[in-house]
T-cell receptor, first 107, second 117 residues
Framework: DAKTTQPPSMDCAEGRAANLPCNHS???????VYWYRQIHSQGPQYIIH???NNETNEMASLIITEDRKSSTLILPHATLRDTAVYYC????????FGKGTSLLVTP | NAGVMQNPRHLVRRRGQEARLRCSPM?????VYWYRQLPEEGLKFMVY????????ESGMPKERFSAEFPKEGPSILRIQQVVRGDSAAYFC???????????????FGEGSRLTVL
């Protein structure tokens, strides 16, 4: 019952922007888009979330399309420490994490 | 301000024994969530609790698993008569949940890794 689709893996050069896409065509009106990441087997780390408008914080930017069927997480200047699995989740409060995108930042 | 604390970090049990996993949320947080992560899988929601109340247990297996969050003390995830398939990492998260439907930011612990022999 996956509600999001993400590429399984991506590479990004250190210092460049990492753009991670997510499709969520069945999102409903009251569901938010959340992004978390998990480094190795640590507990997931919250990155950002949004409903309709684009959002930005100190870690990343979230761009949500007008029809809300897809979004993009942008890490503006990727570092080696950003290598992790990134999860895009749409939900009210019961967040189910899919397989995510494994981002590898290379020197 | 200490983060979400889980213990034990590692637990080994034999089939048929009981496993108890504890979670102390961040100070001031009254909402606790438990997740299970099987090897090579994403995290799956199990249960959402507030103090003394189970709000949503739709992700909990129907048998052998239970959770509580008493007025005083940590939240407990209890697994009775463990089987090998219960081997997984169990993560706890807490939140303030200040707005309507949104969880906002969930703060996760480092997880408890259960191995069933």
């Amino acid at each position: 019952d996956a509600k999001t689709t993400q590429p399984p893996s991506m590479d990004c050069a250190e210092g460049r922007a990492a753009n991670l896409p997510c499709n969520h065509s069945t999102i409903s009106g009251n569901e938010y888009v959340y992004w978390y990441r998990q480094i190795h087997s640590q507990g997931p780390q919250y990155i950002i979330h949004g409903l309709k408008n684009n959002e930005t914080n100190e870690m990343a930017s979230l761009i949500i399309t007008e029809d809300r069927k897809s979004s993009t997480l942008i890490l503006p200047h990727a570092t080696l420490r950003d290598t992790a699995v990134y999860y895009c989740i749409v939900a009210g409060y019961a967040l189910n994490f899919g397989k995510g995108t494994s981002l590898l930042v290379t020197p | 301000n200490a983060g979400v604390m889980q213990n034990p970090r590692h637990l080994v049990r034999r089939r048929g024994q009981e496993a108890r996993l504890r979670c102390s949320p961040m100070k001031g947080h009254s909402h606790v969530y438990w997740y299970r992560q099987l090897p090579e899988e994403g995290l799956k929601f199990m249960v959402y609790l507030q103090k003394e109340n189970i709000i949503d247990e739709s992700g909990m297996p129907k048998e052998r698993f239970s959770a509580e969050f008493p007025k005083e003390g940590p939240s407990i995830l209890r697994i009775q008569q463990v089987v090998r398939g219960d081997s997984a990492a169990y993560f706890c998260a807490s939140s303030l949940r200040t707005s309507g439907e949104a969880t906002g930011e969930l703060f996760f612990g480092e997880g408890s890794r259960l191995t069933v022999l």
